[in-house]
């Protein structure tokens, strides 16, 4: 079998692009979560509950890039 053919459906990895840490350039990832916590206000089960986002983080410093934040969250999340 074709290693290329491995990543996705229909996608060669010779047309795709590399990803980079944006601050230390690294192109190893793990993926962590953002935990968001839902109120048991406005969580219809009534009680505290912690919602998983999943993301990519650098394997060397821990950074979270631009671009694995979800909208919804970059105006949320102060980036430290
Ligand atoms: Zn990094």
Same mark, same amino acid.
């Given at each position: 079998?074709?290693?290329?053919?491995?990543?996705?459906?229909?996608?060669?990895?010779?047309?795709?692009?590399?990803?980079? *840490?944006?601050? &230390?350039? $690294? #192109?190893?990832?793990?993926?962590?979560?953002?935990?968001? =916590?839902?109120?048991?206000?406005?969580?219809?089960?009534?009680?505290?509950?912690?919602?998983?986002?999943?993301?990519?983080? *650098?394997?060397? &410093?821990? $950074? #979270?890039?631009?671009?694995?934040?979800?909208?919804?969250? =970059?105006?949320?999340?102060?980036?430290?």
């Amino acid at each position: 079998m074709n290693q290329t053919q491995l990543r996705g459906p229909g996608v060669d990895v010779k047309q795709t692009s590399e990803v980079k *840490c944006e601050k &230390c350039d $690294n #192109v190893t990832f793990n993926q962590g979560v953002f935990l968001r =916590k839902v109120s048991a206000l406005v969580n219809p089960e009534g009680r505290d509950a912690y919602l998983p986002i999943p993301t990519f983080y *650098c394997t060397s &410093c821990g $950074n #979270v890039n631009e671009e694995f934040i979800p909208t919804e969250l =970059k105006n949320k999340i102060q980036l430290v």
